[in-house]
């Protein structure tokens, strides 16, 4: 499956941000996508993932009822709605997907085998 960010900018903190990961390619056996982002010396963090057939949804504790994580199906298009952005939110960030079926950790990137190229957010 192969994977296409958008939706990233510049925003005044407080803003929001809408970003985009359109999913081609065979995604009939993409379990979970999520949202990861990486800022200058840091890891790549887990943000958010969705459930693709039961919609289930996971959080990082840092972005809990600022960021909402959707799916619509039929666009095969995963949505992450960024509220309330502050500063420390600024990184690229990488949209993923497990198409294998791990049953690892939700917010760990060795749970998932594609990867999108990234779309820079910064709040300044």
């Known amino acids: 499956v192969q994977l296409v960010e958008s939706g990233g900018g510049l925003v005044q903190p407080g803003g929001s941000l809408r970003l985009s990961c359109a999913a081609s390619?065979?995604?009939?056996?993409?379990?979970?996508t999520a949202w990861f982002r990486q800022s200058p010396g840091r890891g790549r963090e887990g943000v958010a993932s969705?459930?693709?057939?039961?919609?289930?949804?996971f959080y990082a504790d840092s972005v809990k009822g600022r960021f909402a994580i959707s799916r619509d199906n039929m666009k095969k298009t995963v949505y992450l709605e960024m509220t309330s952005l502050k500063p420390d939110d600024t990184a690229m960030y990488y949209c993923?997907?497990?198409?294998?079926?791990?049953?690892?950790?939700?917010?760990?990137?060795?749970?998932?085998?594609?990867w999108g190229q990234g779309t820079q957010v910064t709040v300044s």
């Open positions: 969705i459930a693709t057939r039961s919609g289930r949804t």
């Open positions: 993923a997907a497990d198409t294998l079926g791990s049953t690892g950790d939700w917010a760990a990137p060795r749970s998932y085998n594609s």
């Open positions: 390619g065979n995604t009939y056996d993409t379990y979970y």
